[in-house]
Nanobody, 123 residues
């Protein structure tokens, strides 16, 4: 059974940093694209970042580019999201996702999803 488990969320002041992790089990995701999405109540799930399988091309939403960094460790079957210079508008539940796609990485129709982790940024 495939499971994606996020960790690292929490409460942080504006300007601070958090590092989210998403560990996968049940299969190997080295050939998969990983994505991070976020969602706030009443809004659609929003693309944040993605990283392809080798050569690890990265994609970012305009709102987080330059502040967030996505990375992957295939040996650990894990993807990370380093979030710096956090803003109150970054407050959301963050989800990791995995899919064997090579295109359309910003669309939230990935095959596998984690349960989400809350990130709250206070002003």
């Amino acid at each position: 059974q495939v499971q994606l488990v996020e960790s690292g969320g929490g409460l942080v002041q504006a300007g601070g940093s958090l590092r989210l992790s998403c560990a996968a089990s049940g299969r190997t995701f080295s050939s998969y694209t990983w994505g991070w999405f976020r969602q706030t109540p009443g809004k659609e799930r929003e693309f944040v970042a993605a990283i392809s399988a080798s050569p690890g091309i990265t994609y970012y939403a305009h709102s987080v580019k330059g502040r967030f960094t996505i990375s992957r460790d295939n040996a650990k079957n894990t993807v990370y999201l380093q979030m710096n210079s956090l803003k109150p508008e970054d407050t959301a539940v963050y989800y990791c996702a995995a899919d064997n796609r090579r295109t359309g990485v910003t669309r939230p129709n990935y095959d596998y999803w984690g349960q989400g982790t809350q990130v709250t940024v206070s002003s």
